[in-house]
């Protein structure tokens, strides 16, 4: 019998289940080869070398074996554990949040360049900024644009004008902005407002100034705004609720959250 094709690759762990006695499926996004499975054979054990480096939200190096089926974790290294996101409840809250949007919207072995990089970077801000939550919205914002889903903020999804500073609307199902005349048109897809300062933070997270975003100390009620509205624009895409946007919000509604 052939021997099984061996494939080295970079890794962030996004998920993982238990299975039989002593071994673990885990859902990888990898540098080379996008999203896939693979088993990780007797992790569960004291004695497993595997263990330690397939925590979730883990960067590592990996060693695959291809399989039918599933591949197979035959050696992994630790590249960054990300203990930020390990140490504390809303900074992990966030990487799920992450970790299943991305799970969520990709294909098996579909790889999209870029998608890795913009996933390491965001974990990495995720676990050590000042504002975690605004790498979240970066990453989602960034995500969304780079699967094809870019929201319009320049000019209203309707009438195609260019919106003006005042208090415009947000529609997931038009697509983006809608200026305040079609938006009172619009009752139907139930657009959210979108204040003049909502907007210059997404158009800031759609441009990708990391710099200029990690600066800004948005008041509670504009961070509020900004978490409905991408909430709202990936239950959208991804036609269901996530439960890691849900759990977000429960830790925000109970003062647990870090500031904006």
């Excluded at 409840?89 to 990487?95: E, G, P, Q, V």
């Excluded at 997270?205 to 705004?225: K, T």
Aim: proline fraction near 4%; glycine fraction near 6%.
């Amino acid at each position: 019998m052939a021997a099984p094709h061996l494939v080295r690759t970079e890794a962030v762990v996004l998920r993982r289940h238990d299975l039989g006695e002593a071994d673990r499926i885990v859902t990888l996004y990898t540098a080379s080869g996008g999203k896939l499975r693979a088993v990780a054979k007797g992790v569960r054990r004291p004695t497993s070398r595997l263990g330690g480096h397939l925590e979730l939200f883990t960067r590592c190096q990996v060693m695959l074996a291809r399989g039918r089926n599933l591949d197979i974790i035959t050696q992994v290294e630790t590249v960054d554990p990300h203990l930020g996101i390990r140490e504390n409840l809303w900074r992990a809250s966030l990487a799920y949040y992450a970790a299943e949007i991305i799970d969520r919207l990709t294909e098996d072995r579909s790889d999209s360049p870029g998608l890795y990089d913009l996933l390491t970077q965001a974990l990495e801000r995720i676990a050590n900024s000042r504002r975690p939550n605004h790498a979240l919205h970066l990453f989602l914002v960034q995500l969304l644009s780079g699967l094809g889903y870019r929201s319009e903020l320049q000019r209203c999804v309707q009438c195609r004008r260019p919106l003006e500073a005042v208090e415009n609307g947000f529609s997931a199902i038009a697509g983006g902005a809608l200026c305040p005349n079609c938006r009172a048109l619009d009752a139907a897809s139930r657009p959210l407002s979108l204040s003049l300062n909502a907007l210059k933070v997404l158009r800031l997270c759609q441009v990708g100034d990391w710099p200029s975003i990690e600066r800004l100390r948005l008041e509670v009620a504009l961070n509020d705004e900004l978490e409905e509205v991408l909430r709202n624009l990936v239950q959208h895409i991804a036609e269901s609720k996530l439960k890691s946007a849900a759990f977000v919000a429960t830790l925000r509604d109970e003062g647990l959250a870090g500031k904006p």
